[in-house]
């Protein structure tokens, strides 16, 4: 990987590793040298990373400049380790991997009381029952979203009936048991919500239907809330 690339690389797992972080290690890690780790422990060092320890003992990282300063008051870093705690009982493996990433980067920049303050969080989240996520085009339909491309579907529904969709995807949305795609079918010309365990195939078409996008969310979301309204005020006339 290019020097840029592996200088970044280290200072992530001086962040995530448990320290002190051997030279050895960081060179299995990135694939070089243990020499070259030295000299670009020296980089770091002197572009402003506080690094300390030494050849032979391992290294700490204590200060970052790549990251700016963070403060949290305390239920904000509850609210933090909740949620990427949350992420990673996803049953998505790349969002349960970026949150541990997230996190580290985060604890990284506190002082030292917030990051006791994280290690000894109240908050904790645990699953019994995992979610149904397929991984086979998850990962697809996420970039497919970012980019706003069409997407063509074979699609089955609850009775079993096998259709083809061709779709604008528009968010991945987490329930309780399982993940649901909310998109904009074509076929329809209504908002839909397919389920990824009954996505049987899904490949984009490099069509883009940008910047359709955030507009169609805000709308569907507006209709929900108007819904919900309607609902709120039959039950209020239901009891007059």
């Given at each position: 990987m290019p020097r840029s690339d592996r200088l970044f690389r280290l200072l992530h797992l001086l962040r995530s590793l448990p320290a002190p972080v051997?030279?050895?290690?960081?060179?299995?890690?990135?694939?070089?040298?243990?020499?070259?780790?030295?000299?670009?422990i020296a980089a770091l060092r002197a572009?402003?990373?506080?690094?300390e320890g030494a050849a032979g003992y391992g290294y700490v990282l204590t200060e970052d400049p790549a990251l700016p300063p963070q403060s949290f008051v305390r239920i904000e870093i509850e609210a933090l380790m909740f949620g990427l705690a949350e992420a990673g009982n996803s049953g998505d493996a790349q969002i349960a991997e970026a949150a541990g990433t997230a996190l580290?980067?985060?604890?990284?920049?506190?002082?030292?009381?917030?990051?006791?303050?994280?290690?000894?969080?109240v908050?904790?989240?645990?699953?019994?029952?995992?979610r149904d996520v397929p991984a086979r085009d998850l990962a697809m339909i996420r970039e497919a979203c970012?980019?706003?491309?069409?997407?063509?579907m074979d699609y089955r529904s609850e009775q079993g009936e096998r259709t083809r969709r061709e779709v604008w995807p528009l968010m991945l949305a987490y329930g309780a048991q399982r993940v649901n795609l909310l998109a904009w079918c074509r076929l329809r010309q209504d908002w839909r919500q397919f389920r990824l365990d009954r996505i049987e195939a899904a490949d984009p078409t490099g069509e883009s239907f940008r910047p359709r996008r955030a507009g169609l969310i805000k709308a569907y979301?507006?209709?929900l809330i108007s819904q919900n309204q309607g609902r709120e005020t039959g039950r209020s006339g239901a009891i007059r």
């Open positions: 051997t030279a050895m290690r960081l060179a299995d890690e990135t694939e070089v040298s243990v020499r070259a780790i030295y000299r670009d572009a402003g990373a506080r690094i580290a980067k985060i604890l990284a920049t506190l002082p030292e009381r917030q990051q006791r303050e994280a290690a000894h969080a908050h904790y989240v645990h699953r019994h029952d995992r970012w980019e706003e491309r069409v997407l063509v979301v507006a209709r």
